[in-house]
């Protein structure tokens, strides 16, 4: 599949087609809303109990996963920042916490690759499945690092490891797992409103937006918005995610690694139970850095006194 799309073309699909998913995000979500809760609770509580109070980023808050899972354990009197590119998402999002009674939240929109803030002004920035959407991710990193504080962190979660797609073993495995239990079309139709599929009210919806050459088909809608994706377009495409180094070096080494974790060894199958949970664990010990997602963790260094402005 070739798709010829300019980056800020990418960014206008991926704003119209969030705002057309905003309604339906959460329950279309099972892969975070009920898998990840527990691991980003524990990822957030690590770094946030007891630590003195904050002001935190979430670049592509979405519906407000981050928000609410942050809820538990934000440190008092912290100030929350939830951006997105998607109005219609951050709608969502308030609404939510507006029924909750969170305090401290704010929500703007915005681009990631151009935030509107001064440097250093974050204690900690969260990316929580949001780097695949953004087509110079090594761009918008280096603006996420820009208004983070020295000695804050930078949390890049639920991404696509490339690691996993180089590992001959795991992707075997997975495909064989994937074929048993139906999982080899990744691309099923989602629901919006009124039963309509979110791909028809997206090919109506964009047309105002760019002069498309063509109609896209609901697989290349869904390659160009998961973009850096290895399996938005329904096959495991090894060019596609992302290797920590990579993220690393492409901040200047500016940013060192501070936590890591992969999981999910079968690619999208659920391998929380039976036989399957038995592997994931044999895996994650033979294979500990090749799990399909990957959650990351990076702390911006001091600069040493008198060097750089
Ligand atoms: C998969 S959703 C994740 C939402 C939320 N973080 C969560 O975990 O549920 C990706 C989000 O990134 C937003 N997004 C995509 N491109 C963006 C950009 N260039 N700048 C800011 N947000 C963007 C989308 O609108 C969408 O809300």
Known sequence: MVLDFSD???????EVFHDIEAD???????????GEKKTAQDIF???????????????GSGTGFVP??????????SALICGDISLQMLKKSREKQVKGFSTGISFVKLDADYLPFASRSFDAIILFSVLHHLPDYGRSLQEASRVLKEGGRLFILHEPNKRFSQ????????RLVGYARGLAAEVRPRQGKKGRSIYDRFRAAIQTRL?????LTDAEIQALVDIHSPTAAGKLDKGRGFLVENLVSGLNNECIVEYQL??????????????LRLFASLFSLLFPADG??????LKKQNRVAGVGK
Request: hydrophobic share 45%; net charge neutral; with cysteine.
């Open 292 to 297: 399909y997602i990957m959650h990351l963790v």
């Open 211 to 215: 002069s498309l050459p063509k109609t």
């Open 262 to 275: 992969t999981k999910n060894f079968f690619c999208k199958a659920d391998d929380s139970q039976g036989l």
């Open 45 to 59: 509580s690590r770094f946030f109990a007891g630590a003195a109070k904050q002001v935190i980023l979430d670049i």
């Open 24 to 34: 339906a995000y959460d329950c279309s979500h099972d892969e975070i809303f009920v």
């Open 68 to 77: 609410s899972t942050l809820n538990a354990c934000r440190p008092t009197g």
């Open 8 to 14: 800020a073309e990418i960014k206008v699909i991926n």
């Open 167 to 174: 590992n001959g073993l795991l992707v075997a495995f997975s």
